[in-house]
Protein backbone atom coordinates (compact mmCIF):
# COMPACT_ATOMS: atom_id res chain seq x y z
CA UNK A 1 0.00 0.00 0.00
CA UNK A 2 1.57 3.12 -1.01
CA UNK A 3 0.69 6.08 1.29
CA UNK A 4 0.98 9.81 0.89
CA UNK A 5 2.22 12.80 3.08
CA UNK A 6 -0.66 14.36 5.37
CA UNK A 7 1.54 17.63 4.62
CA UNK A 8 2.88 17.60 1.03
CA UNK A 9 3.76 20.91 1.24
CA UNK A 10 6.60 20.33 3.83
CA UNK A 11 7.87 16.84 1.36
CA UNK A 12 11.43 16.92 -0.37
CA UNK A 13 10.46 15.56 -3.71
CA UNK A 14 13.81 16.17 -5.62
CA UNK A 15 16.02 13.31 -5.75
CA UNK A 16 19.10 15.80 -5.29
CA UNK A 17 17.63 17.13 -2.15
CA UNK A 18 17.22 13.44 -0.78
CA UNK A 19 20.32 12.58 -1.63
CA UNK A 20 21.93 15.83 0.14
CA UNK A 21 20.30 15.08 3.42
CA UNK A 22 21.69 11.63 3.29
CA UNK A 23 25.30 12.84 2.70
CA UNK A 24 24.93 15.78 5.33
CA UNK A 25 23.72 13.30 8.05
CA UNK A 26 25.95 11.31 10.28
CA UNK A 27 23.46 8.59 11.64
CA UNK A 28 20.46 6.63 10.36
CA UNK A 29 18.41 4.57 12.94
CA UNK A 30 17.85 1.15 11.10
CA UNK A 31 14.67 -0.83 12.06
CA UNK A 32 14.72 -4.48 11.39
CA UNK A 33 12.90 -7.15 12.53
CA UNK A 34 13.49 -11.31 12.64
CA UNK A 35 10.63 -13.66 13.66
CA UNK A 36 8.03 -10.78 14.51
CA UNK A 37 10.58 -9.35 17.06
CA UNK A 38 11.48 -5.47 15.52
CA UNK A 39 14.86 -4.23 16.57
CA UNK A 40 16.42 -0.25 16.17
CA UNK A 41 19.49 0.31 15.74
CA UNK A 42 21.38 4.13 15.04
CA UNK A 43 24.66 3.35 13.40
CA UNK A 44 27.34 5.20 11.37
CA UNK A 45 27.39 5.68 7.99
CA UNK A 46 28.48 6.99 4.44
CA UNK A 47 26.26 7.29 1.09
CA UNK A 48 27.88 6.21 -2.38
CA UNK A 49 28.96 8.44 -4.86
CA UNK A 50 26.00 7.64 -7.16
CA UNK A 51 23.61 7.49 -4.16
CA UNK A 52 22.18 3.71 -4.45
CA UNK A 53 23.59 2.37 -1.35
CA UNK A 54 24.36 3.31 1.93
CA UNK A 55 27.07 1.48 4.01
CA UNK A 56 28.04 0.87 7.62
CA UNK A 57 30.20 -1.57 9.75
CA UNK A 58 29.30 -3.23 12.47
CA UNK A 59 30.82 -7.03 14.41
CA UNK A 60 30.58 -9.83 12.60
CA UNK A 61 28.23 -11.66 15.15
CA UNK A 62 25.74 -10.51 17.24
CA UNK A 63 22.11 -8.90 16.91
CA UNK A 64 22.47 -6.61 13.88
CA UNK A 65 24.37 -9.66 12.35
CA UNK A 66 21.75 -11.89 13.00
CA UNK A 67 18.63 -9.76 12.18
CA UNK A 68 20.47 -8.81 9.07
CA UNK A 69 21.03 -12.20 8.06
CA UNK A 70 17.43 -13.48 9.02
CA UNK A 71 16.14 -10.73 7.24
CA UNK A 72 17.59 -8.34 5.16
CA UNK A 73 14.72 -6.00 4.42
CA UNK A 74 15.28 -2.47 6.45
CA UNK A 75 13.53 0.67 7.09
CA UNK A 76 16.38 3.87 7.63
CA UNK A 77 15.89 7.26 9.06
CA UNK A 78 18.41 9.86 8.75
CA UNK A 79 17.48 13.20 10.94
CA UNK A 80 18.77 16.44 10.65
CA UNK A 81 17.80 18.46 13.75
CA UNK A 82 17.37 22.18 13.28
CA UNK A 83 15.97 23.08 16.87
CA UNK A 84 12.97 23.58 18.99
CA UNK A 85 11.23 26.61 17.28
CA UNK A 86 10.83 28.55 21.23
CA UNK A 87 7.07 30.52 21.05
CA UNK A 88 6.46 28.52 17.94
CA UNK A 89 5.31 25.35 19.40
CA UNK A 90 7.38 23.80 16.66
CA UNK A 91 10.41 21.81 15.70
CA UNK A 92 13.41 22.51 12.35
CA UNK A 93 14.51 19.43 10.97
CA UNK A 94 14.85 17.56 7.57
CA UNK A 95 14.64 14.32 7.42
CA UNK A 96 14.68 11.60 5.06
CA UNK A 97 13.22 7.52 5.56
CA UNK A 98 14.11 4.53 3.17
CA UNK A 99 13.66 0.96 2.22
CA UNK A 100 16.39 -1.26 1.62
CA UNK A 101 17.97 -4.28 1.39
CA UNK A 102 21.21 -4.94 2.86
CA UNK A 103 23.83 -7.46 2.06
CA UNK A 104 27.13 -8.41 3.44
CA UNK A 105 30.09 -7.18 1.59
CA UNK A 106 32.26 -10.40 1.77
CA UNK A 107 34.97 -9.45 -1.30
CA UNK A 108 38.16 -7.57 0.39
CA UNK A 109 38.22 -4.73 -2.52
CA UNK A 110 34.97 -3.48 -2.15
CA UNK A 111 35.18 -3.78 1.99
CA UNK A 112 38.31 -2.09 1.72
CA UNK A 113 36.57 0.28 -0.68
CA UNK A 114 33.59 1.18 1.43
CA UNK A 115 35.94 1.54 4.76
CA UNK A 116 37.73 4.03 3.11
CA UNK A 117 34.11 5.95 2.15
CA UNK A 118 32.95 6.38 5.81
CA UNK A 119 36.52 7.52 6.88
CA UNK A 120 36.15 9.82 4.10
CA UNK A 121 32.95 11.11 5.50
CA UNK A 122 33.82 11.49 8.84
CA UNK A 123 37.73 12.00 8.90
CA UNK A 124 38.77 16.21 8.19
CA UNK A 125 42.52 14.31 7.05
CA UNK A 126 41.76 10.95 6.08
CA UNK A 127 44.60 9.88 4.99
CA UNK A 128 46.39 8.88 7.88
CA UNK A 129 43.34 7.14 9.21
CA UNK A 130 43.12 4.98 6.08
CA UNK A 131 46.62 4.09 6.62
CA UNK A 132 46.38 3.52 10.38
CA UNK A 133 43.34 1.46 10.42
CA UNK A 134 43.16 -0.05 6.87
CA UNK A 135 46.61 -0.59 6.43
CA UNK A 136 46.83 -4.31 6.52
CA UNK A 137 44.89 -7.43 5.23
CA UNK A 138 43.66 -8.63 9.29
CA UNK A 139 42.51 -5.33 9.32
CA UNK A 140 39.77 -5.13 6.57
CA UNK A 141 38.75 -9.10 7.68
CA UNK A 142 37.77 -8.68 10.80
CA UNK A 143 35.08 -6.13 9.83
CA UNK A 144 31.48 -6.41 8.66
CA UNK A 145 30.69 -4.22 6.32
CA UNK A 146 26.85 -3.70 5.14
CA UNK A 147 25.76 -2.43 1.76
CA UNK A 148 22.11 -1.27 1.84
CA UNK A 149 20.99 -0.99 -1.92
CA UNK A 150 18.03 2.23 -1.44
CA UNK A 151 14.50 0.94 -2.71
CA UNK A 152 12.66 3.89 -2.30
CA UNK A 153 13.33 7.11 -0.38
CA UNK A 154 10.69 9.68 0.87
CA UNK A 155 11.77 13.05 2.55
CA UNK A 156 9.96 15.65 4.59
CA UNK A 157 11.42 19.57 5.92
CA UNK A 158 10.27 22.06 7.86
CA UNK A 159 11.44 25.66 8.33
CA UNK A 160 15.22 25.09 7.54
CA UNK A 161 15.02 28.16 5.20
CA UNK A 162 14.62 30.47 8.19
Request: glycine share 6%.
Amino acid sequence: MQYHQRRPEKAITDRDQLLTVLREGNVVTLAMCRNDEPYLVTVNYALNEAGTAIYFHCAGQGKKFDYLSANPKVWGQVFIDGGYLEGECDHRFRTVQFAAEAAFVKEESAKREALTLMIRHFEPNPEPVIKRFLGSPEAVSDVAVVRLDLLQITGKESHMSK
